[in-house]
């Protein structure tokens, strides 16, 4: 029986009343709990902790700390008006978004903008369904020795530099290159591949093609192991065909990796690439060749206008967070997860 004075409050439907007194005892009670918790767990997992600190350490150096250059996009900013790199951040005349008019007036970030968009629609078209049909078509091969010997060929290109992927379209496709050889010597003009602006953005979507169709398979291939074979089985009892399976079964299952894809490819869709470009940009000229990676890095490093590099970057990543966000949005209404969903 609680004291005379005792306050009490009321608990949940199927708790008691709690006097107020114990309160304060039962939060230090449960806060303790919590903590030696969280010490056996600390306990249990250091070695794995301990494994993730380089990957920690990298994303800290590499992607967050940079982040606090994005101040550069409202300076006027030289390098040379301190001692040190903080002190040019502090002596730099803040002129807040006179980069981004600068930017904005200037043709040549139009024109990059307007090739990063075409090459990001044309391989959303041509280059993003390429990995499902491949996983489909390998997923279909019955032998398991003949399927792991066409996946290694297939994905292998994924480790090649960009240097050697345009070198190997080069020797196969250039003005001398194994292709142009062939044609000459059977009495034809060989065509103009490797320098032609109008066919630069089948050009680069083919090498995107061929160097990563194949690892990009990889987590479809995952997404078809995963789907129960007793589904197959009983619609083919059922009388279903090949394509019918396929319509009902196989595409359903991999749906959710598709908009989840999807997603994360719009949240990176202004980023087509900078090292296959600025290695081919020279070959087919800026007008088809600049792309906004490649002009934050003429305007901000080349010209030293870093203020308006700064801006095109910071430009370029809320772009991208808008769509990342409209996206996810569109998936939630399609039934479908997406990359997070609100708890």
């Given at each position: ?148 010997f066409i996946q290694s060929v297939v994905y292998l290109p994924h480790f090649f530099s960009w240097v050697l992927v345009v070198s190997f379209f080069q020797l196969m496709l ?170």
């Amino acid at each position: 029986m609680s004291a005379p004075n005792a306050v009490e409050v009321a608990g949940p439907d199927d708790a008691p009343a709690q006097p107020l007194a114990e309160i304060p005892a039962t939060r230090h009670r449960r806060h303790r709990r919590n903590r030696r918790n969280l010490r056996d767990r600390l306990r249990r997992d250091w070695p794995l902790l301990l494994m993730v600190v380089p990957a920690f350490l990298l994303v800290l150096v590499f992607h967050y700390v940079p982040t606090l250059g994005n101040v550069v996009a409202f300076q006027d900013y030289n390098p040379f008006a301190g001692d040190s790199p903080l002190e040019a951040f502090l002596y730099s005349e803040w002129i807040g978004f006179g980069n981004f008019e600068a930017l904005f007036k200037d043709p040549s970030f139009w024109d990059s903008l307007r090739n990063t968009l075409a090459i990001l629609v044309f391989q959303l078209v041509f280059y993003f369904p390429l990995p499902i049909v491949l996983a489909l078509l390998l997923h279909s091969v019955l032998s398991p020795r003949l399927r792991s010997f066409i996946q290694s060929v297939v994905y292998l290109p994924h480790f090649f530099s960009w240097v050697l992927v345009v070198s190997f379209f080069q020797l196969m496709l250039g003005g001398a290159g194994l292709l142009a050889q062939v044609v000459r010597d059977a009495g034809y003009t060989p065509p103009d591949i490797m320098t032609n602006p109008d066919a630069f953005i089948v050009l680069v979507t083919s090498q995107a093609v061929w160097k990563d169709a194949g690892w990009g398979m990889i987590i479809f291939l995952a997404a078809l192991a995963a789907i129960d074979p007793t589904l197959y089985e009983a619609a083919a009892a059922d009388g279903a065909g090949r394509w019918r399976r396929l319509w009902h079964i196989t595409l359903p299952g991999l749906r959710s990796v598709i908009i989840l894809l999807l997603i994360l490819r719009l949240g990176d869709a202004l980023n087509v690439g900078f090292e296959q470009f600025i290695l081919q940009r020279d070959a087919v000229g800026r007008q088809a060749a600049e792309v906004l990676d490649t002009y934050v890095y003429y305007r901000g490093v080349v010209v030293q206008q870093y203020g308006i590099g700064a801006a095109a970057g910071l430009f370029k990543a809320a772009v991208g967070l808008v769509l990342i966000l409209a996206a996810n949005k569109i998936a939630h209404r399609f039934g479908e997860q997406g990359i997070y969903q609100k708890s």
